[in-house]
């Protein structure tokens, strides 16, 4: 458990938010790069740092460290608990997985301040995974109870990121390039810690200042395709309904103006955090495979596909040769049962079960962020023993999963136990999906 935990950890570190932020700016002679992206300070009378997501908090460290002085304000919002000692951007919390009020109103605060830049404004604008719910601002005429509703029935229903933000887009103000019209004329760079397949800039937080390809007739037919048209709230309906009949705005679309002067990096990703990954197990004297960077699709079938790709491998392994395979990306869970999971613990349980008794595999499946689901946990590591092991304390674990009740599975054999295979980190302060390590051993 010792190496594959330190696999997992060297990953993380790959993509410390900070590190990665750093490594890509730099200021010289009044000339402030980002990446390819260089900008003459004395152009600007403001320099704006704002933001929203998990990592921003440790982002903005980065930049606070490069321009200091130089910024004029800024404001980030954060999920509650994450901490960060900033001197000149201000950190407001928001609610996660699902926005809140507090959200919605640190939003609007970013959005009047945006509304206000002009073109000798330089917009430093800081973007991670979980913006999508920190960064909430309800189109006109729509609450925050009823783009919570909306949110909560998609993500039980199982649906995919990009189809749950072909709807929340369209239900937002400041979603599917909104916020870059709010902003012009000034400047805009958006620095992004991707935590999507693709590291699509329409995709990764809604597409706060990109242009969105979808409209409201795709938002409607994710709507259609879970059998949700008479469950979500009225109001959120109608509105759908009048955007498809052209009586609301549509998002930004490719080549609108107000792009012009809005332009992204992705300084990290689930590829930063692999090769991370990657370069520790080879410093360990370990081989190493790269499975897929675009792991996606329901928890339990990914399962059984690494499962069945981890057992067919191992078995042209030499004896007692070791190699390691790594795998990220992000599945859902679609919920049938009534207990408490994550998609990774989901993910670590059904491999278990497809593992069953095969000796010199082990897995781990986490999140990048800490945060597995509406836990406190990341994910698990787990084996082909785990099975036999729970089963003699008592827990049978495909009624656990049929159950969709994994957290409790492994609380449960934990507790029992007294081991650790519940992997519990607590928040990272980064967030590019999730890792799947998988270390095998040659059989004899």
């Not at 900070?18 to 790069?33: D, H, M, P, S, T």
């Not at 933001?51 to 509650?80: F, H, T, W, Y």
């Not at 897929?292 to 981890?310: I, M, N, P, S, V």
């Not at 729970?390 to 827990?395: D, E, I, T």
Request: with cysteine; hydrophobic share 45%; charged share 20%.
């Amino acid at each position: 458990m010792c190496e594959i935990l330190q696999i997992f950890q060297s990953g993380l570190a790959a993509v410390d938010p900070f590190r990665v932020v750093a490594a890509n700016l730099q200021l010289e002679r009044g000339r402030f790069a980002a990446g390819p992206h260089i900008f003459d300070l004395d152009r600007f009378q403001n320099i704006l740092v704002v933001g929203a997501g998990k990592a921003v908090g440790c982002m903005a460290e980065a930049v606070e460290a490069v321009l200091n002085d130089r910024i004029s304000a800024g404001l980030l919002i954060m999920p509650q608990g994450v901490r960060a000692p900033l001197r000149r951007v201000v950190r407001a919390e928001g609610g996660h997985p699902f926005p809140d009020e507090a959200g919605r109103r640190a939003s609007r605060k970013i959005l009047e301040m945006l509304v206000s830049a002009d073109e000798k404004t330089l917009v430093l604008f800081l973007l991670s995974g979980g913006a999508s719910a920190l960064l909430a601002v309800p189109a006109a005429g729509l609450t925050l109870a009823d783009k919570r509703a909306v949110t909560s029935m998609l993500i039980r229903s199982g649906a995919a990121i990009g189809e749950l933000n072909a709807v929340r887009k369209h239900l937002s103000a400041v979603k599917g390039g909104r916020l870059a019209r709010a902003a012009f004329p000034a400047t805009i760079l958006t620095m992004i810690l991707s935590d999507v397949i693709g590291d699509r800039p329409d995709v990764i937080g809604s597409g706060p200042t990109a242009p969105d390809a979808s409209n409201f007739a795709d938002a409607w037919s994710v709507i259609e395709k879970y059998g949700l048209q008479d469950k979500i709230p009225v109001r959120a309906r109608k509105y759908l309904e009048r955007g498809l009949a052209g009586l609301e705005s549509e998002t930004v679309k490719e080549n609108d103006p107000c792009l012009a002067r809005s332009a992204h990096l992705v300084v990290g990703s689930i590829h930063t955090a692999i090769e991370g990954a990657r370069k520790k197990t080879r410093s360990m004297g370990i081989a190493v495979e790269i499975i897929t960077r675009a792991l996606q699709g329901e928890a339990r079938e990914a399962a059984f596909f690494l499962a069945a790709k981890a057992m067919r491998i191992q078995s042209g392994l030499a004896p007692g040769r070791k190699l390691c395979l790594l795998c990220g990306g992000e599945t859902t869970v679609s919920v049938r049962g009534s207990g408490r999971g994550g998609r990774n613990q989901e993910l670590a349980l059904a491999f278990a079960l497809a593992v069953a008794g095969r000796e010199g595999i082990e897995l781990l499946s986490a999140g990048t962020d800490g945060i597995d689901g509406p836990t406190d946990a990341a994910g698990a590591i787990v084996d082909g023993s785990t099975v036999a092991q729970a089963a003699r304390l008592g827990l049978d674990a495909r009624a656990f999963l049929d159950n969709n009740d994994s957290y409790s599975f492994f609380y449960e054999w934990d507790r029992l136990s007294g081991e650790r295979h519940h992997l519990k980190t607590g928040p990272s302060g980064t967030n590019v999906m999730d890792l799947q390590v998988i270390l095998l051993r040659g059989p004899g």
